[in-house]
């Protein structure tokens, strides 16, 4: 969308940077810049940006800051109330909760979404079914206490795969090691939500075959469902060029479900023990 759709319809260019770097947000910023957007967790990586900070950074520059805020969910992160004046949600994810029907939304000041409202919705038919919404709305009703497994479940399950030899790193905000950790404390008051990557000491082959003997966490791009999801992203991703070092040998995005804790942890074992990497 943002290299190919933008810019061949709408004339819309886009400098990607790495947006936990402020300063290449910074010097990013041209004279015609309307627009900052920034994921955070952002997707794979699960790095950390500073909204806050970024959001000065944009008001300072007349440019507006929107924050894909779907790997946090609004029970742990409120971009809109650390000074992003757009928040967007897939709430495909998280908000619904189970993995069972597709919607989005944005939100921001009235002003901005009455626009968004007519353009968009109007014009371009970005419209949700009433039968989805509806799942939806079931849903959400169960955030808090949905997110609150999640929070606790992905925090012990990446100090689990953090204490193994085998395992190369493990990107989870909630860890003192990661390096947005203190930024994460401070912008995600509930917890770090249920993503996490983590590499392994280990050949190609060995990565699918670790998914394919999981019994319990499920091979499937999506997150935020109510069952773990994992995704084994090889070293030949288009991306690659954009992801640190240590992900260069392919790694795992994990999206940690609300199924007891000891199940996710028991089934990672399992795995890892029919690979040959635990005896
Ligand atoms: C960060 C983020 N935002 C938005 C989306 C799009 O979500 P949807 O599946 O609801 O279109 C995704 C999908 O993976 C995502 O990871």
């Known amino acids: 969308m943002l290299t190919e759709y933008l810019p061949d319809k709408y004339d819309i260019e886009c400098t990607f940077v790495d947006s936990s770097n402020l300063e290449e947000v910074k010097t990013a910023i041209r004279p015609n810049t309307k627009l900052i957007h920034i994921e955070t967790p952002g997707n794979p990586v699960i790095n950390i940006s500073d909204i806050e900070e970024i959001a000065k950074i944009a008001h300072s520059n007349n440019v507006l800051l929107s924050v894909d805020n779907t790997f946090a969910s609004l029970y ?15 709430l495909t994810k998280y908000i619904n909760g189970h993995g069972d029907a597709m919607g989005g939304a944005v939100l921001g000041k009235k002003a901005l979404i009455d626009k968004i409202r007519k353009e968009a919705m109007v014009n371009l038919g970005g419209t949700i079914s009433p039968f989805n919404a509806w799942l939806i709305m079931r849903g959400a009703v169960t955030l808090p206490l949905s997110m609150k497994q999640h929070n606790s479940n992905a925090l012990k399950v990446a100090k689990y795969l953090e204490s193994l030899p ?37 050949d190609y082959d060995t990565h699918n075959a670790f998914v394919s003997h999981l019994k319990i966490i499920t091979s499937a791009v999506s997150l935020g469902h109510d069952e773990s999801l994992i995704v084994f992203f090889g070293p030949n991703d288009e991306r690659q060029h954009l992801y640190p070092s240590e992900f260069s040998n392919g790694f795992f ?27």
């Open 76 to 90: 742990n992160q409120r971009p809109t109330s650390l000074g992003a004046d757009l928040s967007i949600e897939s």
């Open 253 to 279: 995005r994990l999206s940690v479900g609300i199924e007891d804790v000891e199940d996710i942890i028991n089934d990672l074992e399992q795995g890892f023990r029919k690979v040959g990497l635990i005896y």
């Open 166 to 202: 085998f395992v190369t790193f493990v990107s989870y905000p909630g860890l003192k090691s990661h390096p947005g950790h203190e930024i994460a404390k401070k912008q995600m008051k509930n917890g770090f939500s249920g993503a996490l990557s983590f590499g392994i000491a280990a």
